[in-house]
């Protein structure tokens, strides 16, 4: 029995062993004087990162309040009908037009690159027309007195462009007589003549109106018609008698 003992003493012993050297070996080892350093600047960096984040948070809040009291102010201004800002970045152009939006506003950015571009407010029942907005796109300033003379002057050309195309058309009116609608061909003498001259043609039984035109009076007619009626009827009063003999 002492033998068996020993035995399993023995055969536990490399188990014993093995997780030991488990478990020391999963144990978080000691960090090394670099590690400690990395992860100090881990730390710092992330806490610059969040200062900064809470700076641009903070600078947007206090930009969106500066503009809304600008807004509030344009708008309660009855003698201004819009306001034009400086240049600005992309995110504060943003806020501006949320805020105008807001507001009840309409808002428009100009300018060619980035750095130039600035906003513009207007009120509603200013809205800028597409000749302003295009002079603004174009980098030029507004002026109404000289837009009227240039809307004016095309207009007055477009009214002399019309009435000189009407001018060059030449009116097409239907040629209605005969004799102006063949004149080019037959002459205008010979147009006349054969108006006048218009004969029977036999073979077709072609007759002229004036022939079938019947000259005689309605009584004239009847009477004619009575004599025919007499005659035929005093033809078969003869031919009735004769046949009876």
Partial sequence: MQHAASFREKSDSPKMADLL?????????????????????????????????????????????????????????????????????????????????????????????????????????????????????????????????????????ALEMEEASHTQKRPASPNSNYRDKYSHLIGTSAAKDAAHTLQANQTYGCVPVANKRDTRSIEEAMNEIRAKKRLKKGEEEATGSGSSV
């Fill in 21 to 157: 050297g488990s478990i020391l070996s999963s144990m978080e080892k000691p960090p090394t004087v670099h590690d400690q350093e990395s992860r100090r600047k881990a730390r710092e960096q992330a806490a610059r990162l969040k200062k900064i984040e809470e700076n641009e948070k903070r600078k947007k809040a206090e930009f969106r309040k500066k503009m809304e009291k600008e807004v509030s102010e344009f708008i309660q201004d009855s003698t201004l009908q819009k306001k034009k800002y400086d240049p600005m970045g992309k995110i504060e152009r943003s806020i501006l037009h949320d805020v105008a939006e807001v507001a009840g506003l309409t808002s428009f950015s100009f300018g060619e690159d980035e750095e130039s571009r600035y906003v513009m407010l207007f009120k509603k029942e200013f809205a800028p027309s597409d000749e302003e907005l295009e002079a603004y796109r174009k980098g030029e300033e507004w002026n109404p007195q000289k837009a009227e003379e240039r809307r004016r002057l095309k207009e007055q050309a």
